[in-house]
C-alpha cells in the first residue's frame, strides 16, 4: 500500500514536471531535451522574458567552426587567429565549437542543440592551436583586442593554474585590468585540477640557476605574494546533476565565486555535429551566456551590476543526504577459548541530513540560476 | 547421597547458566547487529577487544561523496600545462607537456641536489607550437621514488616579455638590450614587447632574464609560458 501511494505520488510529480515544462517556452531544437543543464539552470523560465543577446562576447579558445549550420548565424564579423596571424580564427581542435554551442547554438531552428542565447553575437579569438596550447603572450593580446573591438564579454578556457602563488602572470593581468578599465568581463573556467584555489601558496617561489664553475646549482628565494583577481574576472566551477561539485573542479570560495554545470555536457563538434563532455571549460559558457542576457535585458548596468544581479539570482540548492551514525554498548563478557572478552551491541542508525552541497566550495553556495531574470 | 546430588545439581546448574550467558552474548553479538568492516570501528583481534573501553564510538562521518568514474575529464579535455607547485608531491603530467617532450630534445642540463633533496633538470625542445623551441624546467625529490615532477613549467625558449614603464624604450634600456643582443618586437598590449634572443641554452634563458630585471626602465619581465585547456 505504501509503495503505492509512493508511487503515485512520484508519477504525479513527474508529470507536473513536464507539464510545467511544457507550460514554458521550449525551443523545438531536436537535442534540447537532453540538455540537462537547461532545466537545472532554470533557462526555460529566463527565455520568458529574455532570449536573444545583443552583447557582443569573444571566445577566446582553439577557434569555433564557422561553417556549423547551428552556430553560423550568431557568428559576429570580428574574429582573429593569434596562432596562425589570420582574420578566420576556425577550430581545428574542437573545443572552441563546444564551447561556442553551448553559449548561442542557434536555438528554435529545429536543429541539433539551443544555446543560452538564441541569437547571439559570437566573435572567435584563437589563441589555442590544433593541440589545444598556446602562450600567455597571444592570450594578453587577444583580451586587449577583444575590448578594443566593442566585445562586453570574454568567455575563456585556458590554463591559469597556478603559477607561484598567482592565477595570471603579470601580462595577462594587465591585459585584464586593461579589460577591466574598459567594463568588460572575463568568464574563465575555474580549471579541472581538483584543487582548493583558497589554498594557493603566498609565498612566491623564486627559483634562479647558475654555473659555479663546472656545477650547476639551482637557488631558490621566497617573497611575500597575494592572488590578484581583478573585479571583471569570474572564475566558474563545475556541477553535476545532483547539484554536487564536480570531482574535477577547482574550487575555494575566495576565488571561485559561482558554479554551473560542466558534467555531461551536450554541445556543437568541430565537423557540423554534436557530442557531449565535461570540463570547468563548459561551465564557463553558461555564465558568459547568462550575463550576456542580464545585460541585453538591463543595457544600462556596468560590468559590477551585471555581475551582481547574476550573484544576486543564482541559487542555493540544499540536497537530502542519509548519513550512517553507528554506535556501540559494553554488553558483557563472553568467553571466547581460553579468553574473555568484551561484548558490544552495535547500532546503526540512518540519520537525512540537508547539507548545502556547494557550501564552502563558492560563496554561499552559489550555483547559477537565471530564473529570476 | 542427597548432599552429593544436590551438589552435582547445583554444580550442573551453574555450568548451564554458564553456558545459556555464553550463548546469549554470542547472538547478540552475531544476530543482532554483527559488526562489519563497513560499519563499526569493533576490531577483528579479540585480544584487542578486551582492552577496548566501553565508550561509544562513531564512524567518521563521510567528508564529500566520492568522485563518480563518469566525472573524469573526457578526450576534449587537456589539462593544464602550468602545474601548482603544492609540496614535494609528484605532480601529473599533462597532455601538453607530454607532446612538448615527445619533441626533439636541442639541449639538457641537471642542476645539483640542494639542502632540500630537490634537483632540477632544464630541457629546452623543438616544438610545432607557435615558438618551437620550449624549455621545460622541472624539479624532481631525490626522496621520490616514482621519478615523477615535483614541479614542471613550459615556456617560450627564445624570448621573454618585457613591460616597458614608459611605453617605448629609452636611450639606457635600448644599449642594455644591445648588450644582451636582444631585439625587440611590440605585442597589442601597449609597452609590453616580446625581448627576443638565441633560445638554444637554459642558461642563458635564466641569465637573460636575471639582466634584464636589473635593467633600466623595466616594470616587469617574464617568461612566455604556455597555456593549455584547462
Known sequence: MVSKVSKFVSLSIYFSLILDIQAQELPNDSLVQMQWHLQKIGAFTAWESQKDCDVKIAVLDTGIDHQHLDLKNNLSEDHYDFVNKNEIAQDDHGHGTFVAGLIGAEANNAKGVAGICWRAQISSFKVLNRNGAGFTSDAAQAIIAAANSGHEILNASFGHSPINGQIYNQSTLQALQYAESRGVLFVNAAGNSNLDLNRLNTRKMIVTYARRGRRLVRQVRYVDSQPIIPSNVILVGATTKEDQRSSFSNYGNKIVPIAAPGSQMISTTLGGGYGSSQGTSFSAPLVSGSLALIWTKHPEYNFTQTKNALYQIAENPEVKTIKHQTSRTFVGWAKRGRRWVAVYKTTTKEIEVSSKPLQGFFIGGKRLDLKGL | ?230
Open chain 2, 1 to 230: 547421597m542427597k548432599t552429593s546430588l544436590l551438589i552435582l545439581l547445583n554444580l550442573g546448574l551453574l555450568i548451564g547458566i554458564m553456558f545459556a550467558w555464553n550463548d546469549v552474548s554470542s547472538d547478540e553479538y552475531q544476530s543482532e547487529d554483527a559488526p562489519t568492516k563497513k560499519d563499526t570501528i569493533l576490531p577483528d583481534d579479540e585480544d584487542a577487544l578486551i582492552e577496548e573501553s566501553t565508550d561509544i564510538h562513531w564512524t567518521p562521518e563521510r567528508k564529500e561523496e566520492l568522485p563518480r568514474e563518469n566525472d573524469k575529464n573526457d578526450s576534449l579535455q587537456k589539462g593544464s600545462q602550468l602545474q601548482p607547485l603544492k609540496s614535494n608531491e609528484p605532480v601529473k603530467e599533462s597532455q601538453i607537456l607530454k607532446k612538448i617532450k615527445s619533441g626533439k630534445l636541442i639541449h639538457q642540463l641537471q642542476t645539483e641536489t640542494d639542502s632540500e633533496g630537490v634537483y632540477s633538470m632544464l630541457s629546452i625542445y623543438q616544438t610545432d607550437l607557435k615558438y618551437k623551441n620550449i624549455l621545460v624546467e622541472e624539479d624532481f625529490s631525490a626522496l621520490e621514488e616514482s621519478g615523477s615532477a615535483i614541479r614542471s613549467i613550459a615556456m617560450a625558449a627564445d624570448h621573454l616579455l618585457i613591460q616597458i614603464d614608459d611605453g617605448t624604450p629609452d636611450a639606457n634600456l635600448s644599449q642594455a638590450l644591445a648588450e644582451l643582443e636582444i631585439q625587440l618586437e611590440p605585442t597589442e598590449t601597449p609597452g609590453l614587447y616580446r625581448a627576443s634572443f638565441d633560445g638554444s641554452d637554459p642558461i642563458k634563458f635564466h641569465e637573460t632574464q636575471q639582466a634584464l630585471q636589473e635593467a633600466p626602465g623595466l616594470k616587469f619581465s617574464e617568461p612566455d609560458y604556455v597555456i593549455s585547456l584547462d
